[in-house]
């Protein structure tokens, strides 16, 4: 049985809900308060159609980079499913303040439902050329530039690259964070700064597994399965991994932080800077055998509008690092590099929007448990068409991920796998 946590994660966003309310929502809340009305409700969801070919994806205890599961060799398996549904509440408090309180179910491989994200937003009216926002609560890091909307939803293609998907899965802290932009002639520039906790195990999942390629994302509370260990690594961590938990005693005890910088230039262009680090203690493992993974990234994202043609790319490196160090080299027991890139080409034509994606990743291990004979080389290619029509917006996308990674030698795998997969999906926003 898995141990009661050290702390309540519900009553902590709560707590920090309603602080955030007090100290923004000061002024009255006046006629520009609107709590629950038909403007504040909205419901998404998605149904798909896919067949995939290949082995079992993670998310069954396989090593599979993508979320939907082929029969191990080149026979494709077609799966109608339920992909996602969510209930998006956006309450306004007063002229300033508001939130973000979204409800998810996934389908698919394995059902689950739970919180996606819940925050305050607080916007003051801009008054001069120098502007600031905050948020506070439960909320997605200002990373990924596939995604978009209240739900969070990938904009230009059914699957994310494989940088935003690990971002959707291991990296949702609780977080305070401010934004001050301004204009300096006809450049733009801002910069973000956040606090954070309950973030301590990011990096499990991306080691263990290796990365991968999909639209899910962990829902406040619910764990996600790892990979076969061998049998000499049961005993040292647990078969599943909380993305939003403190493992050291105490709340924020050890806060993680993140910042950002974007310039804009007089040109239909824009940069981005972005470091992120958990501060987590290596060492630190609570009673269910989860232990504390130090993660730092960097990540660098560029879009631009080339006369209708949209160019979105991000590049990102990173650490983490989780066990004891040990001599002679005082390395601890896992010591992970990370890196993967994509570049994203969107190109309306008509009605149509056709986008291709190329993407790399890899890992290196340089730990004292994990060594290199554990590193993943992998590239992944997308191909995705859509439509909209209202309400719905119609989706079709071919994804070829093709990756070597050592530990599927553990099931009796060849370490080189290929996948392949056609889907089709449906949205709809009401």
């Not at 709560?14 to 520009?32: E, I, K």
């Not at 956006?90 to 998810?104: K, M």
Request: net charge negative.
């Amino acid at each position: 049985m898995r141990s009661d946590r050290s702390f309540s994660i519900p009553g902590v966003i709560a707590r920090l809900l309603v602080t955030a309310g007090a100290c923004f929502g000061a002024p009255a809340m006046a006629q520009s308060a609107d709590i629950l009305s038909p403007e504040t409700i909205s419901v998404t969801g998605t149904v798909s159609l896919s067949g995939t070919n290949g082995e079992e994806t993670w998310l069954d205890g396989g090593f599979g980079k993508l979320s939907t599961s082929g029969d191990n060799d080149r026979n494709l398996r077609v799966i109608p499913m339920l992909s996602e549904a969510n209930l998006v509440w956006l309450p306004r408090f007063t002229w300033a303040l508001s939130a973000n309180v979204v409800g998810t179910f996934q389908g698919g491989e394995r059902n689950e439902a739970g919180i996606g994200e819940a925050y305050f937003s607080y916007k003051p009216m801009r008054g001069s050329a120098t502007r600031f926002s905050a948020r506070a609560g439960l909320m997605w890091p200002p990373v990924s530039l596939e995604h978009e909307g209240a739900d969070w939803h990938v904009r230009d293609t059914i699957t994310p690259s494989a940088i935003n998907s690990w971002i959707g899965e291991e990296v949702r802290p609780v977080a305070l964070e401010g934004t001050v932009g301004t204009s300096l002639g006809e450049h733009k520039l801002a910069a973000t700064a956040a606090v954070f906790a309950a973030n301590d195990t990011a990096g499990t999942l991306l080691t263990f597994r290796g990365w991968a390629l999909h639209n899910r994302r962990t829902l406040a509370f619910n764990d996600q399965p790892l990979p076969p260990f061998e049998e000499e690594d049961e005993g040292y961590q647990a078969p599943f991994t909380h993305p939003l938990l403190n493992v050291d005693s105490g709340f924020a005890k050890r806060p993680g932080y993140y910042a950002k910088v974007s310039w804009q230039p007089p040109a239909p262009m824009r940069l981005e800077l972005f470091h992120y680090d958990n501060r987590a203690k290596p060492e630190a493992v609570n009673e269910d055998l989860e232990w504390g993974w130090r993660t730092h990234f960097t990540n660098l994202g560029f879009e631009a509008d080339l006369s209708g043609t949209h160019v979105h790319a991000q590049a990102m490196t990173g650490r983490t690092r989780m066990g004891y160090p040990e001599l002679p080299n005082n390395r601890h027991w896992i010591d992970m590099r990370f890196r993967s890139a994509f570049l994203l080409v969107t190109q309306p034509i008509g009605k149509l929007s056709l986008a291709g994606r190329i993407e790399a990743f890899e890992t290196r291990h340089h730990g004292s448990w994990w060594d290199s004979e554990y590193d993943e080389d992998g590239w992944a290619a997308t191909l995705a068409g859509k439509r909209e029509w209202g309400p719905f917006t119609g989706l079709v996308e071919l994804i070829h991920v093709s990756s070597d990674n050592p530990a599927r030698e553990h099931v009796s795998l060849s370490p080189r796998q290929q996948q392949t997969r056609l889907q089709a999906d449906l949205r709809l926003a009401w």
